[in-house]
């Protein structure tokens, strides 16, 4: 692996924060493969409120929290937390705030139903990782999004923060899963995406923020795809197509180490 790699991991769950599934083990594994193989990785990930900070040890980085990021004319404290992961030489920090995250679920409730505030959720996610990268002035030259709930992060990377030298030399990568949701997220998605200083033809795409439409969104702003799992919606899987981007076909779980890194390299000799 290219040994100047820096790779930012962007996840919505990772074990062993999260119960395990084909997102969150590889969001635990991935990113200690390629750190083993000579690349330096950062993991953001939200701090759900079903996480145990006592257990899994988390702990507020004082010199990275405070900032308050203004979403829809609210302002909401980012609070950013650690842990590191038992048996790696692993850390993963976690995206915080008391009005988004306190909340004892992910994004669904106990009966099942997605949260009327995930969009908003998703937009302080997206802003509190890549703030929180500026503060620790460490220049990524992957990030790497994972499903749905990070898909708005490449437009601020290719729209808002495109000239900050933090972010200017980078390929952003995204991984698609079968993972979707029913119904929409907030149709006003657009609009306080609009508010940060995105133009709305750049937003057309969500119109209506299914997950379908999110995950195309995501890709229209990606360099690269990944397919992370064996089944994609047959819709996104030909917009996919159509895109013309590198795609890295779904490689299973016992072979896919070498098979990332290989993808990785690739991206970064263009």
């Given at each position: 692996?290219?040994?100047?790699?820096?790779?930012?991991?962007?996840?919505?769950?990772?074990?062993?924060?999260?119960?395990?599934?084909?997102?969150?083990?590889?969001?635990?594994?991935?990113?200690?493969?390629?750190?083993?193989?000579?690349?330096?990785?950062?993991?953001?990930?939200?701090?759900?409120?079903?996480?145990?900070?006592?257990?899994?040890?988390l702990h507020e980085v004082i010199r990275l929290?405070?900032?308050?990021?203004?979403?829809?004319?609210?302002?909401?404290?980012?609070?950013?937390?650690?842990?590191?992961?038992?048996?790696?030489?692993?850390?993963?920090?976690?995206?915080?705030?008391?009005?988004?995250?306190?909340?004892?679920?992910?994004?669904?409730?106990?009966?099942?139903?997605?949260?009327?505030?995930?969009?908003?959720?998703?937009?302080?996610?997206?802003?509190?990782?890549?703030?929180?990268?500026?503060?620790?002035?460490?220049?990524?030259?992957?990030?790497?999004?994972?499903?749905?709930?990070?898909?708005?992060?490449?437009?601020?990377?290719?729209?808002?923060?495109?000239?900050?030298?933090?972010?200017?030399?980078?390929?952003?990568?995204?991984?698609?899963?079968?993972?979707?949701?029913?119904?929409?997220?907030?149709?006003?998605?657009?609009?306080?995406?609009?508010?940060?200083?995105?133009?709305?033809?750049?937003?057309?795409?969500?119109?209506?923020?299914?997950?379908?439409?999110?995950?195309?969104?995501?890709?229209?702003?990606?360099?690269?795809?990944?397919?992370?799992?064996?089944?994609?919606?047959?819709?996104?899987?030909?917009?996919?197509?159509?895109?013309?981007?590198?795609?890295?076909?779904?490689?299973?779980?016992?072979?896919?180490?070498?098979?990332?890194?290989?993808?990785?390299?690739?991206?970064?000799?263009?």
């Amino acid at each position: 692996m290219n040994n100047n790699a820096k790779i930012l991991y962007i996840c919505q769950e990772a074990t062993p924060y999260l119960p395990e599934n084909d997102i969150s083990a590889l969001c635990r594994h991935l990113p200690q493969a390629m750190q083993e193989r000579g690349a330096e990785i950062r993991i953001f990930m939200p701090r759900w409120g079903c996480i145990n900070e006592r257990r899994n040890q988390l702990h507020e980085v004082i010199r990275l929290s405070g900032m308050n990021l203004i979403i829809d004319d609210t302002d909401h404290q980012l609070i950013i937390k650690v842990a590191s992961i038992p048996s790696a030489r692993v850390q993963v920090y976690f995206i915080d705030n008391e009005d988004f995250f306190k909340r004892k679920a992910t994004w669904i409730d106990a009966e099942g139903n997605y949260f009327e505030d995930n969009e908003e959720r998703a937009i302080f996610f997206a802003r509190g990782v890549l703030e929180t990268v500026k503060k620790l002035r460490w220049e990524p030259n992957i990030v790497h999004c994972h499903d749905w709930f990070t898909a708005i992060v490449p437009i601020y990377l290719k729209k808002i923060f495109r000239n900050d030298p933090i972010f200017k030399n980078l390929k952003i990568v995204v991984s698609v899963y079968d993972h979707s949701f029913p119904g929409t997220l907030n149709t006003d998605l657009a609009g306080k995406l609009a508010q940060e200083g995105m133009k709305k033809d750049d937003l057309s795409q969500l119109a209506t923020p299914d997950y379908v439409n999110l995950m195309k969104f995501a890709i229209q702003y990606a360099d690269a795809i990944i397919l992370g799992s064996e089944h994609i919606e047959p819709e996104l899987a030909a917009y996919i197509e159509s895109s013309g981007k590198p795609v890295l076909p779904y490689v299973s779980n016992e072979n896919y180490e070498d098979a990332y890194a290989e993808f990785y390299d690739k991206l970064l000799e263009k």
